[in-house]
T-cell receptor
Framework: GIQVEQSPPDLILQEGANSTLRCNFS?????LQWFHQNPWGQLINLFY???GTKQNGRLSATTVATERYSLLYISSSQTTDSGVYFC?????????????FGKGTRLSVIA | DGGITQSPKYLFRKEGQNVTLSCEQN?????MYWYRQDPGQGLRLIYY???????QKGDIAEGYSVSREKKESFPLTVTSAQKNPTAFYLC???????????????FGPGTRLTVT
């Protein structure tokens, strides 16, 4: 099945710093989503971005489907950005698994 | 408010007992999903359902069962056959447009199950 790799696995930032999180996937995809999992476990939708670029406030994402990667940019980070960021993809070629998740990037923003 | 609810938030059971986790959505979504998350890991698919009275196994269906008798409800039963049931369980749903299941998924708050 499709492989999803996220990097870096852990990231510590000073408040106000910028960061880039990467998601590589091994096959063509029909859907790609970025999620933020807060400390209470809730998964919050950030972007639905199978291709192209989107922006929402301090966050933006770019997916280059032909090169099989996606990037999540966080600018002017805040302590509330802390948590785990997941990339998830789906492909109709991977059997009956609608979304395949990466292992996530754990972000800690310190004041 | 529209959304996905899961209950209870925390659940404790003795080994050997079956337990059912609730998932309800009022988003009028056709598809619903159950995922399992273990500490430090991503999510893995247990079961999903595209339509009422139909569901498909995911990658780790062994030891679990589901039903989809109503569009808004997709309960998950963790049976005594599941060897490592202690985990965080997340339910999700997605709209179904154009006959495709592969749409943006939205998640409930999750249920933490501890089996001792």
């Amino acid at each position: 099945g499709i492989q999803v790799e996220q990097s870096p696995p852990d990231l510590i930032l000073q408040e106000g710093a910028n960061s880039t999180l990467r998601c590589n996937f091994s096959d063509s995809v029909n859907n790609l989503q970025w999620f933020h999992q807060n400390p209470w476990g809730q998964l919050i939708n950030l972007f639905y971005i199978p291709s192209g670029t989107k922006q929402n406030g301090r966050l933006s994402a770019t997916t280059v489907a032909t090169e099989r990667y996606s990037l999540l940019y966080i600018s002017s980070s805040q302590t509330t950005d802390s948590g785990v960021y997941f990339c998830a993809v789906d492909t109709r070629n991977s059997g009956n698994t609608p979304l395949v998740f990466g292992k996530g990037t754990r972000l800690s923003v310190i004041a | 408010d529209g959304g996905i609810t899961q209950s209870p938030k925390y659940l404790f059971r003795k080994e050997g007992q079956n337990v059912t986790l609730s998932c309800e959505q009022n988003l009028n979504h056709d598809a619903m999903y159950w995922y399992r998350q273990d500490p430090g890991q991503g999510l893995r698919l247990i079961y999903y359902s595209q339509i009422v009275n139909d569901f498909q196994k995911g990658d780790i269906a062994e030891g679990y069962s589901v039903s989809r008798e109503k569009k808004e409800s997709f309960p998950l039963t963790v049976t005594s056959a599941q060897k490592n049931p202690t985990a965080f369980y997340l339910c999700a749903s997605s709209p179904k447009t154009g006959g495709e299941i592969f749409n943006e998924q939205y998640f409930g708050p999750g249920t933490r199950l501890t089996v001792t």
